[in-house]
Structure formats: structure tokens, C-alpha cells
């Protein structure tokens, strides 16, 4: 059950209970549109949501952006139903809020599974998005990522885990926040996850978007989580590589092939020694920009 790669620069939370913008999310630039059935949704519109957000997923067709549900936690007396109702419709990418412990992801994989075999899809077919966001959650954040091979990556939810935290100002870059982040990044790359980024709540603030995303692409990061469409377009350009990294990843690459024709393990470029790890993280680059779509496949 191996993670297929997807490009998932921009993960743009959709309001499962607004049928507007569940419309208007099919002419979005995201990468994956996360219709929301938790948090957004109040207790009385959670049976409503689901079957909007059902036949929202039914209805989507293989156009357009990937799409994914937020379910309502495992622990919750909404998951069971919710889960069968979006698996039904079709859908194949579930985000886990409030994922804090491997028995929570453990039984959530057991219900994807049961479910798979329920409406007759492929084995391993539902992936899912823990979403960790709690305290408790990113102190046992390893074993959250080697749990289940049903998961594909491990998302910061930054809001939650700063009230849990009592943080009244939380800055992304400082503090507690900055050592969540960074312990979330390397136990999603140690299990070969994708690192996902947490939300900018600076809604209107390009520049604040901006400049948290780029923070987060340093940290080790392959894309983060919206809260309005326009936040899609700048997160795509950030976590997509440039010009300029396609070229000398190219370089590299071809140097490398010379290199081992003529028996050396390593060579050098402009001035610099490349050996196999950074030969690996150039290669990183150029399959990238090929899912981005700006390097053709080979």
C-alpha cells in the first residue's frame, strides 16, 4: 500500500454546509479541495452537510482539482456515518481531524477498509490526511506518521494546537509553534509522508501568506492548508520549483550520469562537490516540476 505521489502544494478548506461555495470550488486553483464537515459545520447542519458534501464528491467528475471530505473525529458520534456517506459517493482522500493518538488513526483505517470492501473499490484505495493539531497529538506526532500505510501526509492544524496551548498571539516562526512545525515536518519525512503547512489567519494579507508559506518551504514543507481561494494561487507558486532550481537540478543530474559512466561516485559543479544525497534531493526537484507541469516527463 504505497503512497502514490500527488502534488498537493495548496489543501483549500471548503465549508461543507454552504452549497455557494461548494459550487464555486470547481473553478479553484487548488490542488485539493477539503470539503469540511467539522469545524465549519454547527450540530444541527451536520446531517445536511454530509449530503451536500456527498453529492458534491458524486457530481465532480475526473476534472478539476483532487478532492478530499474532513470527516468529524473518529471518537465523534458523527464519523462512522460520515465516512460511509463520502466513500459511497466516491471519495478517496480523508482528512482525520484531531489525530492524537495511532488507535484513533488505527480504527479510522479499520472503517476505511471495511468500507472498501462494502462498495467494492481497489485495497488500499482510501488515503488518508491526519490532521494533528492538539498538544497531545504532536507529542506522540512519530507514531502518528508509522501507524497506518493508509497515510499520505501529516498536516499542522496551527489554530487548534495554539489554544490547546494557550498561546493568545501565536507567531508560526517562534516559540512552541516553530517546534511543532519543525517536529511534524521530520516525522512526515522520516515515514516518507508529505509535511503539510497550517493556515494563514491573516485572511486578506497576501504578503503574510507569502511570507509564511516561504518560511514553511525552508522548514521542509510541501504545501499548506487555505482558508479563502486566492491563498491557492500564492501556495502553488511557492511550493512549485523555479526556474532557475529546474536548471541546476538538470545539471546536476546530467553530471551525475557522467560521473558513473566514467566509475566516480562523485564530481564536481561550479566550484561544489556533489555526491549522492544532494544528486537525491536535485532528483527531489526534477520529479516535482514534472507533477507541477513545468518540465515535461522524460
Avoid at 21 to 48: T, Y
Avoid at 129 to 134: C, D, F, G, R, S
Avoid at 163 to 170: I, Q, S
Avoid at 184 to 206: F, H, R, S, T
Wanted: with cysteine; aromatic share 4%.
Amino acid at each position: 500500500m504505497q503512497r502514490t505521489p500527488r502534488l498537493r502544494r495548496s489543501l483549500l478548506f471548503v465549508p461543507g454546509a454552504e452549497q455557494r461555495k461548494l459550487d464555486r470550488s470547481r473553478e479553484s486553483a487548488a490542488d485539493l479541495l477539503v470539503f469540511d464537515l467539522e469545524d465549519s459545520v454547527v450540530p444541527d447542519q451536520k446531517a445536511s452537510a454530509r449530503e451536500l458534501v456527498a453529492e458534491r464528491v458524486r457530481s465532480g467528475g475526473s476534472e478539476g482539482p483532487e478532492m478530499a471530505v474532513r470527516v468529524n473525529p473518529p471518537e465523534s458520534a458523527y464519523f462512522e456515518a460520515d465516512l460511509e456517506a463520502v466513500v459511497a459517493a466516491g471519495a478517496r482522500t480523508i482528512m482525520l481531524p484531531k489525530s492524537e493518538n495511532p488507535e484513533g488513526l488505527a480504527r479510522a483505517a479499520a472503517a476505511a477498509a471495511r468500507l472498501e470492501a462494502k462498495f467494492e473499490a481497489p485495497s488500499g484505495s482510501v488515503r488518508l490526511l491526519a490532521l494533528v493539531e492538539t498538544a497531545a497529538g504532536i507529542s506522540r506526532v512519530e507514531a502518528l506518521a508509522g501507524c497506518d500505510p493508509r497515510i499520505d501526509a501529516l498536516c499542522f492544524g496551527n489554530a487548534d494546537f495554539s489554544l490547546d496551548m494557550g498561546l493568545p498571539e501565536p507567531d508560526p516562526a517562534t516559540g512552541v509553534l516553530l517546534h511543532a512545525r519543525c517536529r511534524l515536518a521530520v516525522a512526515a519525512a522520516a515515514e516518507k509522508l508529505a509535511p503539510i503547512d497550517g493556515v494563514c489567519l491573516a485572511v486578506k494579507d497576501a504578503d503574510a501568506f507569502r511570507e509564511e508559506g516561504n518560511f514553511a518551504l525552508r522548514l521542509g514543507f510541501e504545501g499548506k492548508l487555505c482558508i479563502h481561494p486566492a491563498q491557492a494561487e500564492i501556495a502553488n507558486s511557492i511550493f512549485t520549483p523555479t526556474s532557475g532550481q529546474i536548471e541546476t537540478a538538470l545539471r546536476v543530474i546530467e553530471g551525475w550520469e557522467a560521473a558513473v559512466a566514467e566509475g566516480r561516485g562523485v564530481f564536481a559543479l561550479d566550484g561544489k562537490m556533489i555526491d549522492p544525497p544532494l544528486v537525491d534531493i536535485h532528483q527531489r526537484v526534477i520529479d516535482r516540476a514534472r507533477l507541477a507541469g513545468v518540465l515535461e516527463k522524460a
